[in-house]
């Protein structure tokens, strides 16, 4: 755990000088935060900021040929990898954690809807937790493609994951028409309500099992790179 740390350490005093990019785009989604009508569409936006920050650690380290200084650095390629998952699903946690208050701030000032703070929280919460799950889920699909491919080829190949993230999930609202989306998800959303427990135990067992699942993708084929 404490050379994870480091790592993780490590990770954000490489890309601290380029912090001026991300703080930008972290003040456009500061923006869009507040100008949405929902705490929920809110904080989907940090999915998107997830898709793309996602690539920065790789695109630093190919520039400064980091890969070849961790060898010298006798840090294990299982650490590198650990701590690069360990990075980006912090930063996940902190930018959607962020654009949740500050909606929730925003709401809070504009009042539109009548909601009081405790509904807004109530709306807020699950809809944090859903977006932490959905860009740990999609990170996971894209960084095994980094840890394989040389950086230009894993960015453009990388950020087709997240449209056609998007794109599955409209077909299948689409596939069953009015009658699946009206009656069927609420049906779901019913389900879930009544079996909350065994939902949220059966999510995360799911969700940890693909992440460790493209852990090992990643740590095969960082293994197998010759730097």
């Known amino acids: 755990m404490t050379r994870t740390l480091k790592f993780m350490r490590l990770d954000f005093l490489s890309i601290k000088p380029?912090?001026?990019?991300?703080?930008?785009?972290?003040?456009?989604?500061?923006?869009?935060?507040t100008s949405t009508t929902g705490i929920a569409g809110a904080i989907g936006m940090s999915l998107m900021f997830s898709a793309f920050f996602v690539s920065y650690p790789f695109a630093i380290a190919d520039k400064a040929n980091f890969n070849a200084l961790y060898s010298q650095l006798a840090i294990q390629r299982r650490e590198v990898v650990r701590g690069r998952y360990s990075f980006l699903l912090a930063t996940s946690v902190v930018v959607t954690t962020t654009a949740g208050l500050i909606s929730l701030v925003a709401s809070l000032v504009r009042q539109t809807g009548g909601q009081t703070i405790s509904e807004l929280i109530a709306e807020a919460l699950p809809a944090l937790a859903?977006?932490?799950?959905l860009s740990g889920l999609l990170q996971a699909f894209q960084l095994p493609i980094f840890f394989r491919l040389p950086y230009e080829k894993a960015r453009v190949a990388a950020l087709f994951i997240l449209p056609?993230?998007?794109?599955?999930?409209?077909?299948?609202?689409?596939?069953?028409?009015?009658?699946?989306?009206?009656q069927t998800l609420v049906q779901a959303l019913q389900w879930v309500q009544q079996n909350a427990l065994f939902a949220v135990?059966?999510?995360?067992?799911?969700?940890?099992?693909?992440?460790?699942?493209?852990?090992?993708?990643?740590?095969k084929f960082y293994q197998q790179q010759d730097f």
Do not use: D, P, R
């Open 164 to 182: 056609v993230f998007i794109g599955a999930g409209s077909m299948i609202m689409m596939s069953g028409g009015n009658t699946f989306t009206e």
């Open 18 to 33: 380029h912090m001026k990019y991300v703080y930008l785009a972290a003040v456009a989604y500061a923006i869009m935060a």
């Open 130 to 133: 859903a977006t932490i799950m």
């Open 201 to 219: 135990v059966g999510c995360m067992i799911i969700w940890l099992t693909v992440i460790l699942a493209s852990f090992g993708l990643s740590l």
